[in-house]
Structures are given as structure tokens and as C-alpha cells.
């Protein structure tokens, strides 16, 4: 019998909505439940593409013995912490703080009143490698409950009390200036792998943020060491496994610092990241390679994840069905070069196989290989004939959920993609996502704009947006407006950054991931640090910094301006962790630049101007497009035409250059 997981819009909750384990949402009435038995709170936190979280769900919670001894001594929460990420801050913090690591699946023992006092993330089913039996914890958290209350008490307001008193150190006042930015340059330049490009070592994930702050700092500066750490990252990601050579698109991360294997996963925010900071890359070098990732990357966004509804899913799973019946990750996109020669005959599969690193040995299990692209660029026929075969394998699964904060950031991806390459079908999808998030996203009410996290389905999902997704989705809505000429989105992004400004917004412009009116937590959650995709402030500082170049609003300029405080005191300090801070902080010393194209539509002069504006490499730069003196863009206002033709003005820190009519001295205006 299903239990309360069924009416879930996440999938990954309606996986465990058959377990034998009584399992609850994250709701007022659990807590109230596990008072009223008198026992512990049981929290598991994963979600849908997680490898261990499946492990762990089928040995212990599709186990029927295991469930009924959870049943008796627990009241069992379910939480997917992509549609819960404050939830999942709050409790990861006290398990990293408690265990020095973290991770998914999250499992964590509380009292009703939410305060934690044990902690884990996979329990194996049987005690191995020196870790107990998920049953064996059970039991000991269990009799410490009912022979110990005084002691897990004790623990558990200490703990709380911990995490509570955290105080977030904001860095002082001021934005970061040079010194902070060639600070955080250096550092990075310290941690850089000088072989096989990126940051640190295994694991080693794709610092999308990173490269578009060393993009943006060459932008600025003409330094060359920026620029070549960005181009060497970014083509040693894109021949390794960690690119899917077949179907485009990236994996989570690689498990060895040669980006050989990786996590087979793929997310959205990793892919939208990912597709705009390689047009970046192409708009900066030119490069070939990138413009192929780019637009192979967002034809894979397109073809894989977009939903019925117009919008995109959140990821694909890593494992799938093998051809003998089991289960495996990475099982859709491996191959041993028998494969390969059943697939293309003898002489194509040799080929395939030199072309591609697949070898007898293997680079994964079991002698099979994950494709790379060492040298030169694919055999288009191979490669076509091997995705084909691919298709009739059995395919991962796929988390159809929709998230607001990456599908802001697939906005901006696929409609700056689609308009540096000529494809305006790309800004077509761009514009279908952003019409659902208004539709289906957005309650508009007399105090503003409220944000659901997540849909499903065409259903809105119950849980607030936090910041990440007003400030994701606004940074979508801005890349469109300027992409597409319509002054529409710029309001759209600005009732959300008002809502960020109103209810997000602390003591000296700190912020916080939650709102002020949010569920009340233990804690309530402020995480600065860019990771996996931009964390919610340094997305808001960004935002907030575009949308004060098109408007001239100084509260808007302003609350940038003090959120960046804590780029400057992380940033010369953890580079690799505030990639995105960085990179606005390079848009504000830059300016960043305004440019107004004024033309009649559909005029080519105007297109081209319009285009020039947009491929300019000047951090952050704000466009607007449309008639002159038309009211679509503040931008756009005592523009007039230069001669009865179309014309660009470029203005920074309130002074602007002469108009031109030239797409060729627009460019230099960039870059000057």
C-alpha cells in the first residue's frame, strides 16, 4: 500500500512512495506525530539521481523488516533537497559540522522539536569497511532515545545551539576591488592543474563559475594567463569522458582528475552553466571546439530534458538497465571495442575505437570505456551511427520535476546561445521556459511576486522559492530581455529582485538563502559559497547589478554593491568557492557598460549593432534593443537615431561615448 508519498510532485519522493516504510513529508503534522509517540524523528534526504540514495532505498527501505522495526521506533520523513534546499542546508551544515563531511543520502535523527543529535549519510545493510549496519544504528539511536533521554537531550540543544549562534562573517564594507580580484586570481593560478587543466584534484568538478570570472578578468585586464586557464579547462573538459562525445551534454563530475570517468548523472544547472560559459569561451577565442560544445550542449538540454510543458527537467539518472537484466551505472553510455565492432563492422570499429580511447583494458569496469575525444574533432558518420545504436539501449531515468533556479539558468544559456549562432530556435525554448515560470512559477499578490521552487506536470509544487531562484530566474529573464528586445522580461526580473530586496535582504546587505516570512528552521540558512551552481547570493548580487544598469536604480546598485562585502572577504581567500561573486565583482569594477541599440526592427544595421552588443566581451555588460525613444527599455529613452540610422550608444559610470552608427567602432567601445 502506498504511504504518504503519493501525492508527491517530486520524483524522487514517488520513487519510496511504495517502500513498507511509513514515510512522511517534511509537514507540521510528522513533528506532531513523533510528540505525540514520544519517539525520534527519522530525516532521509537524497534525491532523484543519486546513486547511493537508490543503494540505500532498496537494501534497507524496500526491506520489509527493516521498515517495520523504522515504523515502531520512528516517525520517518522523506525529503528531496532539490525541492527542500533550505532543509537540506540546515541539516548538512550540522553533519559537517559533526562529522567533518557530508553528502547524499543524508541521514540525520532528530528530536520533534527539529534539533539533530545523530548523524550519517549510506548505512551498508550489513556492517562493512568499519562502518555499522543501517539496523545497527537504528538500534543504538533507539535505546540511547528510550535509555538515555536526558543525555540525547543534552546533545541535541547543544547542537542547536551551535548552529544557531554561527554568524556569518560578511567581510566588512565595500565591494572587492583590484587587489581582492588579482588576490583570487593568484590563488586560483596556485590550485591550477597544469596537465589536465581545473582546480585541484579528484574529484574534480567543472568550474563553470570559475571560468567565466577568469573570461571576464581577461575581458577587463588583457591578462593572458586568465584566458589561457579558462581555454586549456575548458577544452581538456570537453575531450574527456566527462562530455558525453555521442550526445552532448556533461556529467556531474569526474572521479579522477584526468576527467577520464565520470559521475554519469547529468544535471540541468551543470549544462546550462556549462553552455553559456562555452559560447563565452567561443565569443572570447573564437575556438571551434567551443562553439560545437555550446550548441551541442544546448541541443542535448533541448532533446533530453525540455518537458511537455516547455520547461526542463531536472537530470537523468547515472545508472540504467544493462543488457542482461541488471542494473549499473553508467551503463547507457560505455562501450568495449567489441561493441564497437558490432555496431560498425571490423575497420569502423578499429577506427572508432583509436578515435575514441576505448581500449581492452577499459577505462571504467568491466573492459568497458567512457568516450573520450583526445586529438581532432569527431567522425561525424561514426558518430552518428553510435548514437544511433545508443538510442536502443535501455535509457536512464529522468527526474521530470521542475526546478525555478535552473531553469533560470537554462533561460539564459539557450537564449544567449541561440543568438550568438544564428539559432533563433534555441531562443525560442529560452522564451517557452520563461513564459511557464511566470505562468506556472509566479503568484502575483498585493505584497509582490511570490516564486514556487518546483512543478510537475503543469502542477506548481507547495514549497517558496528561496533566493537562488528569484535571483536564477531574474538573471534569466535579463539575459532574454537582451536578447530579445522585449522590455516585458526586464519588469519580470525586477518585481523578483524588488521581492529579493524586501524579504531576503539582512543588517548590511547581507543575505539570507530563505525569506524573512519562510518556515522557521533551526537555523535559517545563509550559504555564500558557489559550488555545484551559483549560490543565491552571489546570483542576486549579479542580477541586482544588471538590472541597476538598465533601470539607474540605486537601491538596486547599492544592495549589490553589499552583498559583494562577502566576495571580498572569501574571494582572495577560497577563489574556487566564490567563482560567480567573482565574476560580478569583475561587472562592477567594469561598470558594468550600458549599451542602447536604437533602430527600426528587422532593419539589418540594426540586427548587426545589436548582435556586435551582445558578442562584447565587457563584464556584464547590459543591453537593450528597440525603436528610438521607444518606453521598452529605460535604456532606450532620448535615443535617437544618428542620421536616420541605426545607432548604438555605450555608456559606464555615467558618462557616455558618442553615439555610432559603425558595428566595427561598437566593438571597439566593448573592449576599449
Not at 406 to 412: D, F, K, M
Amino acid at each position: 500500500m502506498a504511504n504518504r508519498l503519493a501525492q508527491a510532485t517530486s520524483p524522487y519522493l514517488l520513487q519510496h512512495a511504495d517502500n513498507p516504510v511509513d514515510w512522511w513529508q517534511w509537514e507540521p503534522a510528522a513533528f506532531d506525530e513523533a510528540r505525540r509517540r514520544n519517539v525520534p524523528v527519522f530525516l532521509s534526504v537524497g534525491y532523484s539521481s543519486c546513486h547511493w540514495c537508490h543503494v540505500l532505498a532498496h537494501e534497507s527501505f524496500e526491506d520489509a523488516r527493516t521498515a517495520a522495526y523504522m515504523n515502531e521506533h520512528f516517525v520517518n520523513i522523506k525529503v528531496d533537497r532539490e525541492e527542500r534546499p533550505d532543509v537540506d542546508a540546515v541539516y548538512m551544515e550540522a553533519v559537517q559540522a559533526a562529522t567533518g563531511q557530508g553528502g547524499w543520502p543524508m541521514s540525520v535523527w532528530m528530536t520533534a522539536d527539529g534539533e539533530p543529535f545523530y548523524f550519517g549519510t549510506y548505512f551498508p545493510p550489513e556492517p562493512r569497511h568499519g562502518m555499522p549496519s543501517f539496523r545497527q544504528v537504528l538500534e543504538g539511536v533507539s535505546d540511547a532515545w528510550t535509555g538515555r533521554p536526558d543525555e540525547v537531550a543534552e546533545v541535541a540543544q547543544k547542537i542547536s545551539r551551535d548552529l544557531a549562534g554561527r554568524s556569518l562573517a560578511h567581510g566588512g564594507q565595500g565591494a572587492p576591488g583590484e587587489d581582492e580580484l588579482a588576490q583570487a586570481l593568484l590563488g586560483l593560478a596556485r590550485d591550477y592543474d597544469e596537465r589536465h587543466g581545473g582546480f585541484g584534484g579528484a574529484p574534480k568538478f567543472p568550474p563553470s563559475m570559475v571560468i567565466e570570472f577568469l573570461l571576464r578578468h581577461h575581458a577587463r585586464t588583457g591578462g593572458e594567463g586568465a584566458l589561457e586557464m579558462a581555454a586549456h579547462t575548458g577544452e581538456a573538459m570537453a575531450r574527456g569522458g566527462l562530455y558525453d562525445q555521442l550526445g552532448g551534454g556533461f556529467a556531474r563530475y569526474s572521479v579522477d582528475r584526468e576527467w577520464v570517468v565520470p559521475h554519469f548523472e547529468k544535471m540541468l544547472y551543470d549544462n546550462a552553466l556549462l553552455c553559456r560559459v562555452y559560447a563565452h569561451l567561443w565569443r572570447a577565442t573564437g575556438s571551434d571546439l567551443a562553439k560545437r560544445v555550446a550548441l551541442e550542449t544546448a541541443d542535448f538540454m533541448v532533446r533530453e530534458l525540455r518537458t511537455a510543458e516547455g520547461g526542463f527537467a531536472s537530470a537523468l539518472d547515472a545508472d540504467s538497465d544493462t543488457a542482461d537484466g541488471g542494473h549499473a551505472e553508467g551503463a547507457f553510455y560505455v562501450w568495449t571495442p567489441a561493441q564497437l565492432r558490432e555496431v560498425l563492422g571490423d575497420e569502423d570499429g578499429a577506427r572508432a575505437a583509436e578515435l575514441f580511447a576505448v581500449t581492452e583494458e577499459g577505462t571504467f569496469e568491466e573492459g568497458a570505456s567512457v568516450l573520450q575525444l583526445p586529438v581532432g574533432e569527431p567522425d561525424a558518420d561514426l558518430r552518428a551511427r553510435l548514437l544511433a545504436a545508443r538510442e536502443e539501449r535501455p535509457r536512464p531515468g529522468r527526474d521530470d520535476k521542475i526546478v525555478a533556479a535552473w531553469n533560470g539558468l537554462a533561460v539564459a544559456a539557450l537564449a544567449e546561445t541561440g543568438a550568438y549562432f544564428g539559432r533563433p530556435d534555441l531562443v525560442e525554448r529560452a522564451t517557452e521556459a520563461a513564459d511557464l515560470l511566470v505562468r506556472l512559477h509566479m503568484d502575483f499578490e498585493a505584497g509582490g511576486v511570490r516564486l514556487h521552487r518546483t512543478s510537475k506536470d503543469g502542477r506548481a509544487g507547495d514549497n517558496a522559492g528561496v533566493l537562488e531562484d528569484y535571483a536564477d530566474v531574474a538573471e534569466g529573464f535579463l539575459a532574454l530581455a537582451a536578447v530579445g528586445g522585449e522590455g516585458a522580461w526586464l519588469e519580470f526580473a525586477g518585481f523578483l529582485l524588488d521581492m529579493v530586496i524586501d524579504r531576503f535582504r539582512g543588517e548590511g546587505g547581507q543575505l539570507y538563502d530563505t525569506a524573512h516570512d519562510a518556515e522557521p528552521l533551526i537555523r535559517r540558512p545563509q550559504d555564500p559559497t558557489d559550488n555545484a551552481a551559483p549560490s543565491g547570493w552571489s546570483a542576486a548580487a549579479g542580477a541586482l547589478l544588471t538590472y541597476a544598469a538598465h533601470t539607474g536604480s540605486e537601491v538596486h546598485r547599492t544592495a549589490a554593491e553589499e552583498a559583494l562585502g562577502v566576495v571580498k572577504a572569501l574571494g582572495p581567500r577560497a577563489p574556487r568557492f566564490i567563482g560567480w561573486g567573482l565574476a560580478v565583482a569583475e561587472a562592477l569594477l567594469d561598470g558594468p557598460r550600458e549599451v542602447a541599440v536604437v533602430g527600426p526592427q528587422g532593419d539589418p544595421a540594426t540586427r548587426e549593432l545589436h548582435l556586435t552588443a551582445l558578442m562584447g566581451t565587457a563584464p556584464g555588460a547590459a543591453v537593450a534593443v528597440g525603436e528610438p525613444d521607444s518606453d521598452e527599455f529605460p535604456l532606450l529613452r532620448d535615443r535617437p537615431l544618428v542620421n536616420s540610422s541605426s545607432a548604438a550608444y555605450v555608456c559606464r559610470g555615467f558618462v557616455c561615448d558618442s553615439p555610432t552608427t559603425n558595428a566595427t567602432e561598437l566593438a571597439r567601445k566593448l573592449t576599449d
